[in-house]
């Protein structure tokens, strides 16, 4: 099944709505538009539409400033992506494989990075993780998410092929399927498919805890605590082990920003998970590293469990980043208890 990270946009102008978010609706691929080999998933060429152009960029990485005019013949795959979704970072692997076997082949590889947060819109830190993940193709800086609403695009990743003449011919949303967009783009290429690389496996999302956001704009904190007046220091007891399932738990004090928390004195953060990798979206409130750490049901992380970002039980926040906690955890329920220090900022917790 795919994984992907949806969007929530604000739509103005719907008086019947009582909600002010909701999901930009894409109209969905022609019938013909699915299928697994030989070009099936393609969609029909008299239902492909004209691709939107690039808009509204604030510069790129990788490349001079391209257009979809200006890549007319080539076959073009445009990712939108962001640096801190862990479902975009397992595509990668599968994007530089297409480059490897196709980039000189006639296709185009463009790296959309249309941001989910603040932090994600400063150009060093997106160099940094195109750096970091091994990005060589060029990446589009669209931090105003105008591309992204060029495309009614609602999806981190989604993936949309372009043909030789400028016409959207597939479009993917999530992880996965790896070898039907092979297939696709070897179709249009007019060149036979090769097995797909191995990539990691797709986690199954039965069961698993979803992902979950810590600051008020689309978060819900455990045990019927509230948030308190953004950018206030609110203080929260320390009750134990949360009673829910799934839902943040902070103690100490901590600070509303919407998009994240931060906390303002020494505290906890607490989370009865069922997943078997951890991935946090955090960062230091200053320039200065803050070292945070983690246990599992009250002792310090397994050997095996450790995620390639811990170091021991512990990990050191040095920028606003995706960090990998836990791997290879049973997949059952465990509590995760972080002990954190003043200017520690919590955007996500994400799992696979």
Same mark, same amino acid.
């Given at each position: 099944?795919?994984?992907?990270?949806?969007a929530?946009?604000t739509?103005?102008?719907f008086?019947?709505?009582t909600?002010?978010?909701?999901v930009?609706?894409?109209?969905?691929?022609?019938?013909g538009?699915?299928?697994?080999?030989? &070009?099936?998933?393609?969609?029909?060429?008299e239902?492909?539409t004209?691709?939107a152009e690039?808009?509204?960029l604030?510069? *790129?990485?990788?490349?001079?400033?391209l257009?979809?005019?200006?890549?007319? %013949?080539?076959?073009?795959l445009?990712?939108?992506?962001?640096?801190?979704?862990?479902n975009?970072v397992?595509?990668?692997p599968?994007?530089?494989?297409l480059?490897q076997l196709?980039?000189?082949?006639?296709?185009?590889?463009?790296?959309?990075?249309?941001?989910e947060?603040d932090?994600e819109?400063?150009p060093?830190n997106?160099?940094?993780?195109? !750096? @970091?993940? &091994?990005?060589? *193709?060029?990446?589009?800086? #669209?931090?105003?998410?105008s591309? *992204?609403? +060029?495309?009614?695009?609602?999806? *981190?990743?989604? =993936?949309?092929?372009?043909d030789?003449?400028?016409?959207?011919?597939y479009?993917?949303? $999530?992880e996965? =399927?790896? #070898?039907v967009?092979?297939?696709?783009?070897?179709?249009?290429?007019?060149?036979?498919?090769?097995?797909?690389?191995?990539? +990691?496996?797709?986690?199954?999302?039965?069961?698993?805890?979803? =992902?979950l956001?810590? &600051?008020?704009? @689309?978060?819900?904190l455990?045990d019927?605590?509230?948030?308190?007046?953004?950018?206030?220091?609110?203080?929260?007891?320390?009750? $134990?082990s949360?009673? #829910?399932n799934n839902?943040?738990?902070?103690?100490?004090?901590w600070a509303?920003?919407?998009?994240?928390?931060?906390?303002?004195?020494? $505290?906890?953060?607490r989370?009865?998970f069922?997943? @078997?990798?951890?991935?946090?979206?955090?960062?230091? =409130? /200053?320039?200065?590293p803050?070292?945070?750490?983690?246990?599992?049901?009250?002792?310090?992380?397994? %050997?095996?469990?450790?995620?390639?970002?811990l170091t021991?039980?512990?990990? #050191?926040?040095?920028?606003?980043?995706?960090? !990998?906690l836990?791997?290879g955890?049973?997949?059952? @329920?465990?509590?995760?208890?972080?002990?954190?220090p003043?200017g520690?900022?919590l955007y996500?917790f /994400?799992?696979?």
């Amino acid at each position: 099944m795919s994984r992907y990270r949806w969007a929530l946009v604000t739509l103005a102008g719907f008086a019947a709505l009582t909600i002010g978010l909701t999901v930009v609706l894409r109209s969905t691929p022609p019938s013909g538009a699915t299928g697994t080999a030989n &070009g099936a998933a393609l969609i029909p060429l008299e239902s492909r539409t004209p691709a939107a152009e690039f808009t509204g960029l604030d510069g *790129w990485i990788n490349s001079r400033p391209l257009s979809l005019q200006g890549l007319r %013949g080539k076959v073009v795959l445009i990712d939108f992506w962001t640096f801190s979704c862990v479902n975009c970072v397992r595509t990668i692997p599968h994007l530089q494989h297409l480059q490897q076997l196709y980039g000189g082949r006639g296709l185009e590889i463009v790296g959309m990075h249309s941001p989910e947060f603040d932090f994600e819109k400063v150009p060093a830190n997106v160099q940094s993780a195109v !750096h @970091r993940f &091994g990005v060589t *193709w060029p990446v589009a800086l #669209d931090s105003r998410m105008s591309t *992204w609403n +060029a495309y009614n695009n609602q999806y *981190w990743p989604a =993936e949309y092929l372009v043909d030789q003449q400028g016409r959207v011919a597939y479009i993917h949303d $999530g992880e996965g =399927e790896y #070898d039907v967009t092979e297939s696709a783009i070897a179709a249009l290429l007019g060149v036979a498919a090769t097995s797909a690389a191995p990539a +990691a496996p797709t986690a199954d999302p039965s069961g698993q805890t979803p =992902e979950l956001y810590a &600051g008020s704009e @689309r978060g819900r904190l455990a045990d019927g605590e509230s948030y308190g007046a953004i950018g206030q220091p609110t203080r929260y007891p320390d009750t $134990g082990s949360p009673h #829910d399932n799934n839902l943040v738990q902070v103690t100490g004090t901590w600070a509303d920003h919407g998009q994240y928390l931060v906390a303002t004195a020494p $505290g906890h953060v607490r989370l009865n998970f069922a997943a @078997r990798d951890v991935f946090l979206v955090a960062g230091p =409130e /200053t320039s200065a590293p803050v070292h945070i750490t983690v246990a599992v049901d009250g002792r310090p992380v397994p %050997g095996a469990q450790l995620g390639p970002d811990l170091t021991g039980s512990g990990v #050191d926040i040095s920028r606003q980043q995706l960090y !990998h906690l836990l791997s290879g955890v049973d997949g059952s @329920r465990h509590l995760l208890d972080l002990s954190v220090p003043s200017g520690f900022r919590l955007y996500t917790f /994400t799992f696979g």
